[in-house]
């Protein structure tokens, strides 16, 4: 499991460093600045979650998060031309690291023996909190707070995870299912535009 973990990271961390350099590119940031928004989008949710849990920082414990993410950016400035349409990548990477950020968050909060809702809340706040500094930073609405389907989307593989864990044949691919099961609710509402209802304020004259 300890090896899952590790590849589950570092596909998380690929996903979020290209989603958060893609991001960058759209608008127009240099060199520099796309390496930092695919930095702080790969490294965010996890800096908080191991603070909210005590726990050294693992980034700074670990170049190779710090290499894998700085080649990541790299290759997406370099490759960025080669692609006509910017944005379908960027849904693909991010709806990828949102789904194994999620499964890694989660279960670091199992394994230090948190709740159940206190783990899945861990497991939101890694997969998202990195796009969120990273929307911020690029002067936007975070996707998190608008009317998106993303949060929710960790909320279903909450539950599916749940369902599975216990079935005999597949309880061991839990964690890959979850991912996929994430991976599919993000990119299926942003293809077909789902999304949950907006607060709308009533207004008098």
């Known amino acids: 499991m300890e090896h899952l973990y590790k ?32 930095f702080v989008t790969a490294v965010g949710g996890g800096t908080l979650r191991d603070v909210f849990l005590g726990q050294p920082v693992r980034w700074i414990h670990d170049e190779t ?34 789904g194994c950020f999620y499964v890694l968050g989660y279960q670091r909060g199992i394994s230090e023996n948190n709740e159940v809702l206190s783990s899945f809340l861990l497991g939101t706040c890694t997969a998202c909190a990195g796009g969120v500094i990273r929307d911020i930073l690029l002067n936007e609405i975070p996707v998190l707070f608008r009317k998106e389907i993303y949060a929710t989307a960790c909320l279903v593989g909450f539950f599916t995870f ?16 979850t991912i996929f099961i994430i ?13 949950l209802p907006q607060a709308n304020a009533n207004k008098s004259n």
Do not use: C, H, M
Not at 12 to 25: C, D, E, H, K, L
Not at 75 to 95: E, G, H, M, R, S
Not at 165 to 174: D, P, T
């Open 7 to 38: 590849i589950i990271s570092i596909l998380g961390t690929v996903a979020f460093s290209i989603s958060g350099a893609y991001a960058g590119i759209q608008k127009r940031l240099d060199w520099f600045g796309v390496i930092v928004v695919a």
């Open 183 to 195: 991976f599919t609710v993000r990119i299926l509402s942003w293809k077909f535009g789902l999304s």
């Open 162 to 177: 749940y369902q599975i864990k216990n079935i005999s044949g597949i309880e061991s691919y839990s964690n890959q299912i």
């Open 65 to 98: 998060l710090i290499f894998i993410i700085f080649i990541s950016a790299i290759l997406a400035i370099l490759f960025a031309t080669w692609i006509p349409k910017v944005d379908i990548p960027l849904q693909i990477f991010d709806a990828l690291g949102l």
